[in-house]
Each structure stands twice: as C-alpha cells, then as structure tokens.
C-alpha cells in the first residue's frame, strides 16, 4: 500500500509541475481593453525561452503587418511574429530576454511567470528600467 501511495505522490507532482510551466499555447489579452488579441505559442529554443504569434484573433487584424518595427521585422507579417526571445530561467521566472510589442514596434526588456494561485494565467512583464506594464496571459488547454 506504502509503495502506491508514493507512486500517487510521484505522479501527482508530475502533473501538478507540468501544469505550471510556461510552454504551450497562450491566449493574449490586451491590459488595457480586456480584450482577447492573439494567440502564442510558447517553446524552448537553444535552451531559451521564445514566443511567436500563431493566430490574431479580431477580424480586422487578420492581414496585420509590423509596419512600425525596425530591421528584419519591418512589414513582416504578424502572425509568425517571433515577439519573445532569449528568455532565461530562473526560479519561478522566465527573464533576460526581450518581448516585441508589434502594435509600436518597440522592444522593451522581458519577464514571464506563472501565476502563484491560477496556473492557467501567465504573467508577462515589458519594461524598460522602472517602467512596466504586465499583462495576463489565458492557458489553450483544448
């Protein structure tokens, strides 16, 4: 009886851990307007953390370009948008790395974490010095 009891154990923290990473599908919702945008998918790379843009979710943005954005970004399409690299972990956070806004073509300093009391809701964090803005991120669990 001991020996399933820490074979439940074992499996219970298995899944509760993998419930709580960052990687999958995220469903990106605008801080400001409370509004579903995007969806973003979240992977290791090089053992880094990145982000792209699989789907824009309003109809009037489905053909979105990053015309604002610099460089290799300019004009790209939206969707396929790579707005998350290099990110690092440590501890509970995902940091170091930088998050593209495509609505302003600006990179700004980058940090991820999962919710302490809702592992389905992603903290993401774009700052530059003591200035942030966070937004919360809803888990695709289909």
């Known amino acids: 009886m ?4 820490l074979l439940f154990a074992v499996l219970f923290l298995s899944i509760s851990a993998s419930s709580q990473d960052v990687f999958g599908k995220w469903k990106t919702i605008d801080d400001e307007t409370g509004e579903a945008k995007s969806v973003v998918e979240i992977y290791k790379k090089d053992g880094k953390v990145f982000g792209k843009i699989l789907k ?3 109809p ?3 053909e979105a370009l990053c015309d604002k ?7 790209k399409s939206v969707v396929g ?9 440590s501890n509970r956070y995902y940091k170091d790395g930088s998050i593209l806004d495509p609505e302003n073509g600006k990179d700004y300093n980058c940090k991820i974490w999962i919710d ?3 592992p389905n ?11 942030y803005r966070t937004q919360y ?3 695709i669990t289909d």
């Open 60 to 62: 009037q943005d489905q």
């Open 121 to 131: 809701i992603l903290n993401v964090r774009g700052y530059i010095a003591f200035f």
């Open 56 to 58: 824009l979710l309003r």
């Open 116 to 118: 302490e009391e809702n």
């Open 81 to 89: 948008l790579e707005i998350i690299k290099e990110l690092k972990k």
């Open 137 to 139: 991120w809803k888990r």
């Open 2 to 5: 001991r020996k399933y009891l």
């Open 69 to 75: 954005c610099t460089g290799v970004n300019y004009n």
